[in-house]
């Protein structure tokens, strides 16, 4: 999710929420039925929301722009912006079940598609339902949304989150090597066969002068492309049933594994940095989303653009949505409201456009002048929803990401395939019990 996924492609930091239940003098406005009708809150309420937020400094400089806003529409709302790092979505999400059942839950809370499921297992979120249909300004931001992102929020035809940024898996690869290895831009619908050639042939030297082709993004979101390319994925459609042991998983898996080991066209990934080789000149391709591309810039880094992932079996890649929800306890629903709102709106939606951590959700933003200067494809990035589907992300997502990483090891280091995944796939089986 932002970084979704930022953090869909790797954990980062610790969970320390002391979120504070909401308080306020003024009764504010409820939530609406779905067949009711929805005022928002006077604007001389006075009250007190809480909001639980993570990412990076970057990010934070957007969710306080957001707060300070806020604060000049509803100045005798107070917000407690509680903005932290956080080590495991299921601590994060453990964390805020624990706080809603002593009645301590956050109003807002932010949360991306690896702890959705989680939190939906939980009842952790209200619906949204009433506010989408009835208010007008909902009404149009939905529709400026992806259904695709709206679709992983959605449990029973209810909407419990709305997303405000997302990340993809695409290909990086370096234009400059590929124009001096007279390498044309592959075609978008390129194959495995096709992206293997391309990585045999700007694999060269030796030692601490050889580059490769491809530097392998080592983590379960960045491997999750190849999975899905192939027709397959670690776990069942409907996230109840893990399918370590497919045969179709293990052939990926194996695939991938070949790209070192056999064909050497990719370093041992234990030790090297895809995001580091590659703008280095040390690997011509990588995979990664759009959480790169502010490195980049701030590297002076440009020789860059992006392919679809490679397919296999089908065209596919991997998304994670960044969200805010509302909580089932909130005693502001509707002072709640307004502020993830404005945290989704298009002058949000432009800073995170002009970020460059992660895509985002609305098209209007996602087609932006300034969006689109850089790369030369940059409109892939959001374009690649229609062929992309939500990280595999069950309730017990806190076992099946380490398990799954375990398994990677063991087969990047040699040892058998369909043993390393059995056990993953045991470790996996009993968490879902």
């Not at 993570?54 to 912006?81: H, I, L, M, Q, S």
């Not at 397919?311 to 002072?335: D, R, Y």
Request: hydrophobic share 40%; glycine share 8%.
């Amino acid at each position: 999710m932002r970084k979704s996924l930022r953090i869909t492609m790797a954990a980062a930091a610790t969970s320390a929420l002391l979120a504070l239940t909401a308080c306020g003098g003024t009764q504010t406005a409820s939530a609406p039925a779905a067949d009711g009708s929805y005022t928002a809150p006077a604007k001389d309420v006075t009250a007190t929301i809480s909001v639980s937020n993570w990412g990076d400094p970057g990010d934070k400089a957007v969710y306080d722009n957001v707060a300070a806003r806020f604060k000049e529409k509803y100045p005798n709302v107070t917000v407690n912006n509680n903005f932290t790092p956080i080590t495991t979505w299921t601590e994060y999400v453990n964390k805020l079940v624990t706080q809603a059942a002593a009645g301590q839950a956050p109003d807002v809370i932010n949360i991306a598609t690896e702890g959705v499921q989680l939190g939906l297992d939980n009842e952790l979120f209200a619906s949204m339902d009433g506010f989408l249909k009835n208010d007008p300004e909902a009404q149009s931001l939905e529709k400026d949304i992806d259904p695709k992102l709206l679709d992983g929020f959605r449990k029973d035809g209810s909407t419990y989150l709305m997303p405000n940024t997302f990340n993809t898996m695409v290909i990086y690869y370096n234009t400059k090597m590929f124009k001096d290895a007279g390498i044309e831009r592959p075609s978008d619908d390129w194959t495995w066969d096709d992206f293997l050639a391309i990585s045999k042939k700007l694999t060269t030297g030796s030692g601490a002068n050889k580059v490769y082709g491809f530097a392998l993004p080592y983590y379960s979101f960045g491997i999750t492309p190849w999975l899905y390319s192939n027709g397959t994925s670690m776990m069942s459609e409907d996230l109840k049933t893990s399918q370590l042991t497919d045969p179709k998983v293990q052939e990926t898996m194996g695939w991938v594994r070949d790209l070192v080991t056999k064909h050497g066209v990719a370093p041992q990934p234990k030790g090297s940095d895809p995001y580091q080789l590659f703008p280095a000149g040390k690997a011509a391709m990588t995979g990664a989303g759009h959480f790169v591309t502010g490195g980049f810039k701030a590297a002076g880094f440009s020789d860059y653009d992006i392919l679809p992932w490679p397919k296999n079996a089908t065209k596919a890649t991997v998304f994670g949505a960044g969200a805010f929800a509302i909580s089932k306890t909130s005693k502001n629903p509707g002072l709640s409201w307004e502020f993830i709102k404005m945290l989704t709106d298009q002058q949000t939606q432009k800073k995170w456009a002009d970020a460059g951590s992660a895509v985002p959700s609305t098209k209007t933003a996602a087609s932006s002048k300034e969006f689109l200067a850089a790369p030369a494809h940059a409109g892939e990035f959001y374009n690649s929803l229609s062929y992309a589907k939500p990280v595999a992300a069950p309730g017990a997502y806190n076992v099946l990401d380490p398990a799954f990483m375990r398994a990677m090891d063991e087969i990047m280091s040699g040892q058998d395939v369909a043993g390393s995944l059995e056990k993953a796939n045991k470790d996996v089986e009993e968490a879902l019990k």
